[in-house]
């Protein structure tokens, strides 16, 4: 199994811009989760989906921000338009189960992140 | 409002010695607690877990303590090595994981 893939893995874009970040879970997996990873925040989930429908978007920090997931093999998150203070890293994780009884069904897989640069 | 918190920001041990990782968390309603491993330029990945029915549980190396009394949890690894220098995460689950801060562990040879 190649794992959580993401592109692209590094983003420089300017200020105003449209960015898209792509990621592929892993199959059979139900759930994806998107991350901003920031030093003074650390992990902050923005959305996540459950069979490709948005069940908690609540971390979504503002309406730039928008997130997809077309089919089982595939979702965007989107910023339009970028500023300066969305330069972060973004993964994606995908994971069997959200809230399993067994500890370890809740084990999320991690992509290799995209990080954002935004001038 | 942070629900999980990493307080140290970063740690310094000598190899062979002990690291201990600690986290704190507000909600006394997780089900369950994760400690994620993340090294540069690589996405975490799962290193161990505790259910909150569970005090302890052990690993290898690497032994989880859960102190729900106090909302505490903290990862113990020893020895340490070199290969475990890497940002940890704490997370917390109630159907999704909420994340700490983490810590940068750095392991001198």
Known sequence: DAGVIQSPRHEVTEMGQEVTLRCKPISGHDYLFWYRQTMMRGLELLIYFNNNVPIDDSGMPEDRFSAKMPNASFSTLKIQPSEPRDSAVYFCASSLVGAGYDVRDNEQFFGPGTRLTVL | ?109
């Open chain 2, 1 to 109: 409002d942070q629900q999980v918190k990493q307080n140290s920001p970063s740690l310094s041990v000598q190899e062979g010695r002990i690291s201990i990782l600690n986290c704190d968390y507000t909600n006394s309603m997780f089900d369950y607690f994760l400690w994620y491993k993340k090294y540069p330029a690589e996405g975490p990945t799962f290193l161990i877990s505790i259910s909150s029915i569970k005090d302890k549980n052990e690993d290898g190396r690497f032994t989880v303590f859960l102190n729900k009394s106090a909302k505490h949890l903290s990862l113990h690894i020893v020895p340490s090595q070199p290969g475990d220098s890497a940002v940890y995460f704490c997370a917390a689950g109630e159907g999704k994981l909420i994340f700490g801060q983490g810590t940068t562990l750095q392991v001198k040879p």
